[in-house]
């Protein structure tokens, strides 16, 4: 009997480990492209300023040392650590938070009704009972100030539309770094091909995005596994063949020498350092798409190692060829295996684009379900994992506006520019989303949240205020796009409010009708029949007042007619009544 009754509990964690294992590979062609095609451009664009002046070892260690800490600390830590516990019934991203603030903690615009029933993660079951005074104090706090709840949304709708721009940057920026790569050994190749060949392969990217993120997981992960592979591999080639010594700069000491040295072009060059956790907020905003344990078993297990060996063997190729710091990435590969491995990256670059593409799906419907955004065809593309989600016009659009961005800048200098402002910006957001979180749903003491804060948050502001200072340079795209996907919301979101509140005050006048009349039938079963009548003319009357309201003062006849009608339709039901 035990062993009968065993089987199916021992088919059952099978079936779960082959599903989990399963979504982590699948999660490869979706969630980590974006991060791991960052070692084509970070050093590339980190050097390409003012930092030029200063290619010695110790600045090429120090940033490899920056790079480090900052994918362990932005990435593992709060990401992968922290982050991905906030989820919201399955759903990541910005909106997310704002939706566990506005139904567990009542401090947002947005009422209960219109937020996502349910419950946040599997954290809430930890969840101490006891309601902290730092939970109370900034609950208070938004009841007594309401602008600072209007404050909160448009935080909330500034990080969404960050997240939206950075959809259209991330598949001009990565395509068009990799297909430049080809200069490296067509140097009189003209510009325009490069471009007509990005363009090209940006179209047959946004053209598979219909069949589903499944799919797509199934037809990317390969190609992406391999990427990985060979980055690692010839990341652990040029370490030991170049330069072994590297691996001290796994040190934050370096850090400290960087700043020392290079002073404040140390701080302008973070602008292009920032660029290694590109896609590390993907990782939250496609939590819908798959689940928190695939993800971080491919990150820990993977994605990780691969990018540490990558750009440690980077820098120990840089620390022995200083010429070639500002020019290509493909000049660390081997020559035996550069047509491979610029083939292989090519690829790699299309499905770096599909995580935030899939990300942008995701907190677009998100906002769609709170009322933030127009109503868009959303098409679910998997019968098992119900955030798999793909929407016709969205695509098309974000399609358009990276074309115009790769024909229109063509410079992946000054794209990096306005890449990295829309990535930082976003990863704050979410701190200080998340130190609400902590106090007020989590119900922690609000030491822990500042604790989140500090450590996070101000490694965060350090990098966008570098990025900021390139706005000139590029940074003021990113701007403009999330500046126009905020008037949208915004005016959508108060055009809706205002339906609601019209529909809710025309409505009330008529709810206690249906309540009054069956205590004067004669029978239970007439009663029925004379609120199902009351109904129909309760909705009657319910699109009549948009009618009489859009025909302002030249009613009367019309309301004479539409009495007359009500009446006769009522005798009619009436007479049904006697007869029963």
Same mark, same amino acid.
């Given at each position: 009997?035990?062993?009968?009754?065993?089987?199916?509990?021992?088919?059952?964690?099978?079936?779960?480990?082959?599903?989990?294992?399963?979504?982590?590979?699948?999660?490869?062609?979706?969630?980590y492209g974006d991060l791991s095609i960052s070692p084509i451009y970070v050093y590339k664009s980190t050097f390409s300023g003012k930092l030029r002046s200063h290619e010695e070892d110790d600045e090429i260690l120090g940033v490899f040392s920056l790079v480090f800490w900052t994918l362990t600390v932005i990435p593992l830590f709060k990401y992968i650590i922290f982050v991905l516990g906030a989820d919201d019934n399955?759903?990541? *991203?910005? #909106? &997310? +938070?704002?939706? !566990?603030?506005?139904? %567990?903690?009542?401090?947002?615009?947005?009422?209960?009704?219109? /937020?996502?029933?349910?419950?946040?993660?599997?954290?809430?079951?930890?969840?101490?009972?006891?309601?902290?005074?730092?939970?109370?104090?900034?609950?208070?706090?938004?009841?007594?100030?309401?602008?600072?709840?209007?404050?909160?949304?448009?935080?909330?709708?500034?990080?969404?539309?960050?997240?939206?721009?950075?959809?259209?940057?991330?598949?001009?920026?990565?395509?068009?770094?990799?297909?430049?790569?080809?200069?490296?050994?067509?140097?009189?190749?003209?510009?325009?091909?490069?471009?007509?060949?990005?363009?090209?392969?940006?179209? *047959?990217? #946004? &053209? +598979?995005?219909? !069949?589903?993120?499944? %799919?797509?997981?199934?037809?990317?992960?390969?190609?992406?596994? /391999?990427?990985?592979?060979?980055?690692?591999?010839?990341?652990?080639?040029?370490?030991?063949?170049?330069?072994?010594?590297?691996?001290?700069?796994?040190?934050?000491?370096?850090?400290?020498?960087?700043?020392?040295?290079?002073?404040?072009?140390?701080?302008?060059?973070?602008?292009?350092?920032?660029?290694?956790?590109?896609?590390?907020?993907?990782?939250?905003?496609?939590?819908?798409?798959?689940?928190?344990?695939?993800?971080?078993?491919?990150?820990?297990?993977?994605?990780?190692?691969?990018?540490?060996?990558?750009?440690?063997?980077?820098?120990? #190729?840089?620390?022995?060829?200083?010429?070639?710091?500002?020019?290509?990435?493909?000049?660390?590969?081997?020559?035996?295996?550069?047509?491979?491995?610029?083939?292989?990256?090519?690829?790699?670059?299309?499905?770096?684009?599909?995580?935030?593409?899939?990300?942008?799906?995701?907190?677009?419907?998100?906002?769609?379900?709170?009322?933030?955004?127009?109503?868009?065809?959303?098409?679910?593309?998997?019968?098992?994992?119900?955030?798999?989600?793909?929407?016709?016009?969205?695509?098309?659009?974000?399609?358009?506006?990276?074309?115009?961005?790769?024909?229109?800048?063509?410079?992946?200098?000054?794209?990096?520019?306005?890449?990295?402002?829309?990535?930082?910006?976003?990863? #704050?957001?979410?701190?200080?989303?998340?130190?609400?979180?902590?106090?007020?749903?989590?119900?922690?003491?609000?030491?822990?949240?500042?604790?989140?804060?500090?450590?996070?948050?101000?490694?965060?502001?350090?990098?966008?205020?570098?990025?900021?200072?390139?706005?000139?340079?590029?940074?003021?795209?990113?701007?403009?796009?999330?500046?126009?996907?905020?008037?949208?919301?915004?005016?959508?979101?108060?055009?809706?409010?205002?339906?609601?509140?019209?529909?809710?005050?025309?409505?009330?006048?008529?709810?206690?009708?249906?309540?009054?009349?069956?205590?004067?039938?004669?029978?239970?079963?007439?009663?029925?029949?004379?609120?199902?009548?009351?109904?129909?003319?309760?909705?009657?009357?319910?699109?009549?007042?948009?009618?009489?309201?859009?025909?302002?003062?030249?009613?009367?006849?019309?309301?004479?007619?539409?009495?007359?009608?009500?009446?006769?339709?009522?005798?009619?039901?009436?007479?049904?009544?006697?007869?029963?």
């Amino acid at each position: 009997m035990d062993s009968e009754s065993g089987t199916p509990t021992r088919d059952s964690q099978l079936k779960w480990y082959k599903t989990t294992l399963c979504l982590a590979y699948q999660s490869f062609g979706v969630v980590y492209g974006d991060l791991s095609i960052s070692p084509i451009y970070v050093y590339k664009s980190t050097f390409s300023g003012k930092l030029r002046s200063h290619e010695e070892d110790d600045e090429i260690l120090g940033v490899f040392s920056l790079v480090f800490w900052t994918l362990t600390v932005i990435p593992l830590f709060k990401y992968i650590i922290f982050v991905l516990g906030a989820d919201d019934n399955g759903e990541g *991203g910005t #909106f &997310a +938070l704002y939706s !566990i603030l506005c139904r %567990r903690a009542k401090v947002g615009l947005l009422s209960a009704s219109h /937020a996502p029933a349910g419950d946040i993660s599997a954290c809430s079951s930890q969840l101490p009972l006891k309601e902290m005074r730092g939970s109370v104090l900034l609950k208070e706090f938004f009841d007594k100030h309401h602008n600072s709840r209007i404050l909160l949304l448009l935080v909330v709708l500034l990080g969404t539309s960050m997240v939206i721009g950075d959809g259209i940057l991330t598949p001009a920026m990565s395509v068009l770094s990799a297909v430049n790569g080809i200069k490296v050994k067509a140097t009189g190749l003209d510009e325009n091909y490069t471009v007509l060949i990005a363009s090209l392969m940006l179209v *047959g990217l #946004f &053209a +598979l995005q219909h !069949i589903g993120t499944h %799919r797509v997981g199934f037809l990317f992960a390969p190609v992406l596994l /391999a990427w990985l592979l060979c980055i690692s591999i010839v990341g652990f080639y040029n370490t030991v063949h170049w330069n072994p010594g590297v691996v001290r700069a796994l040190s934050p000491y370096y850090v400290y020498i960087f700043f020392k040295k290079a002073g404040k072009d140390g701080w302008s060059s973070l602008g292009g350092v920032v660029l290694c956790i590109t896609g590390a907020e993907a990782m939250f905003a496609d939590l819908g798409h798959f689940s928190h344990l695939p993800i971080r078993i491919a990150f820990a297990t993977v994605v990780y190692p691969c990018l540490i060996l990558a750009y440690m063997g980077e820098a120990a #190729f840089y620390t022995k060829h200083k010429e070639d710091l500002e020019k290509s990435f493909f000049k660390a590969i081997p020559e035996a295996v550069f047509w491979p491995v610029f083939i292989i990256a090519t690829l790699a670059t299309a499905v770096a684009s599909q995580a935030i593409i899939s990300a942008t799906f995701s907190i677009i419907s998100q906002c769609r379900a709170l009322s933030c955004f127009p109503r868009v065809k959303i098409m679910h593309t998997s019968n098992q994992i119900h955030g798999q989600i793909y929407i016709p016009e969205m695509n098309w659009i974000l399609m358009i506006f990276c074309l115009g961005v790769v024909v229109g800048f063509r410079d992946t200098d000054m794209i990096a520019n306005a890449y990295g402002l829309a990535v930082i910006t976003v990863m #704050f957001v979410t701190t200080c989303l998340m130190f609400l979180i902590i106090v007020m749903v989590w119900k922690r003491k609000v030491l822990v949240a500042i604790a989140f804060v500090v450590v996070f948050g101000s490694l965060e502001l350090l990098y966008l205020s570098a990025c900021l200072a390139k706005v000139h340079k590029g940074g003021w795209l990113p701007l403009v796009f999330s500046l126009v996907t905020l008037s949208v919301m915004c005016i959508w979101h108060y055009g809706t409010l205002k339906k609601h509140s019209y529909e809710s005050h025309n409505k009330g006048s008529h709810q206690c009708l249906p309540t009054l009349l069956p205590t004067f039938l004669p029978s239970t079963k007439s009663s029925y029949l004379l609120l199902f009548s009351l109904s129909q003319f309760h909705m009657f009357l319910s699109i009549s007042n948009f009618m009489l309201a859009a025909l302002g003062r030249k009613i009367s006849i019309f309301s004479i007619a539409l009495s007359g009608m009500v009446i006769k339709m009522l005798g009619r039901r009436f007479m049904l009544l006697r007869v029963i």
